[in-house]
């Protein structure tokens, strides 16, 4: 199965990611089957560079995108959908952060 997703070059601490087609199972450091495009998230004005033709080519041959990915093409109108999550928070944050909402929420209600 193939993916379209980042594949991380630049020095340490100043990332810069390629947009690429591989095998889903392959290494992301591994030889790819074509680059789309590059991400540079550390510049000021954040660079995404993408050759659209070719990224809606392999979707349309079977490519699944990953959730950043996906999220970049929403936020610059490539393709259309809501953006998905692509960083999950594990149980223990979770309880932590209802904790916190719990919080809040009884001082705004005793403020009121």
Known sequence: MLTI???RIGKKKKP????????KKRDPQ??????????????????????K???LYWM????????TISNL???EGIIE?????????????????NEKKKVLEEAKASAA
């Open 81 to 97: 959908g809501k953006k998905k999550k692509s960083v999950s928070i594990s149980k223990t944050r979770q309880v932590k952060l």
């Open 73 to 75: 093409l929403v936020k």
């Open 30 to 51: 591994a030889p790819c089957l074509e680059i789309l495009g590059c991400y540079d998230p550390v510049q000021k004005n954040k660079v995404f560079t993408v050759n």
């Open 53 to 55: 033709e070719r990224v």
């Open 16 to 23: 810069s990611y390629r947009l690429i087609v591989s095998e």
């Open 60 to 67: 349309g041959m079977g490519a699944t995108l990953s959730n």
């Open 5 to 7: 997703r980042l594949q």
